[in-house]
């Protein structure tokens, strides 16, 4: 089946910086989406993102599809980003009306104030 | 709105009992998700329901049951559990429509769920 690798796993941040996180996958994807997981478990959806770049404040997400690899850009980090980010990506061929989200292991972000 | 509610947050069980975890939403979505998620882990996908059919089974135990009684709500039925199965449960939902943003899953918040 196909993988999907954040990196990095774990990221120390002081207030006010800025930071990239990676996610890679090994087959070719028809959803991708970024989420964000607070430290009281809810999953928070980012982006949908298969391809292209979208921005929404401070962040921003980029998918080269071609390349296998998608980017999430923090910017200005606030105490606030702190928790879990998960990218998951749906490989299957075709839509049957649902899809099916294969996720990453997440990168843990902890930023001081 | 993009919202999906789940009742409890929190549930302590058993392994005798039996239990039911609830979600629900109001966005018209045609499909249906539950997840597991163990601590310090991924989401694991369990179930998907699309339009009230159930469409993939994750080779789960049958001791976790689904059910989805109309196009807004969906069940878990929790019966015999171990305690490995603890756990954050976590329900999302998606328009049911080609490629595209529609595929986006929202989730709810989970709910935290003890075997003793």
């Known amino acids: 089946g196909i993988q999907v690798e954040q990196s990095p796993p774990d990221l120390i941040l002081q207030e006010g910086a800025n930071s990239t996180l990676r996610c890679n996958f090994s087959?070719?994807?028809?959803?991708l989406q970024w989420f964000h997981q607070n430290p009281w478990g809810q999953l928070i959806n980012l982006f949908y993102i298969p391809s292209g770049t979208k921005q929404n404040g401070r962040l921003s997400a980029t998918t080269v599809a071609t390349e296998r690899y998608s980017l999430l850009y923090i910017s200005s980090s606030q105490t606030t980003d702190s928790g879990v980010y998960f990218c998951a990506v749906d490989p299957t061929r075709f839509s049957g009306g649902y899809n099916k989200l294969i996720f990453g292991a997440g990168t843990r972000l902890a930023v001081h104030p | 709105d993009t919202e999906v509610t789940q009742t409890p947050k929190h549930l302590v069980m058993g392994m005798t009992n039996k239990k039911s975890l609830k979600c629900e939403q109001h966005?018209?979505?045609?499909?249906m998700y539950w997840y597991k998620q163990k601590a310090k882990k991924p989401p694991e996908l369990m179930f998907v329901y699309s339009y009230e059919k159930l469409s993939i089974n994750e080779s789960v135990p049958s001791r976790f049951s689904p059910e989805c009684p109309n196009s807004s709500l969906l069940n878990l039925h929790l019966h015999a559990l171990q305690p490995e199965d603890s756990a954050l449960y976590l329900c999302?939902?998606?328009?049911?429509?080609?490629?595209?943003?529609?595929?986006?899953?929202?989730f709810g918040p989970g709910t935290r769920l003890l075997v003793l």
């Open positions: 087959d070719s994807v028809n959803n």
């Open positions: 999302a939902s998606s328009q049911d429509s080609a490629r595209g943003e529609s595929e986006t899953q929202y």
């Open positions: 966005m018209g979505h045609r499909a």
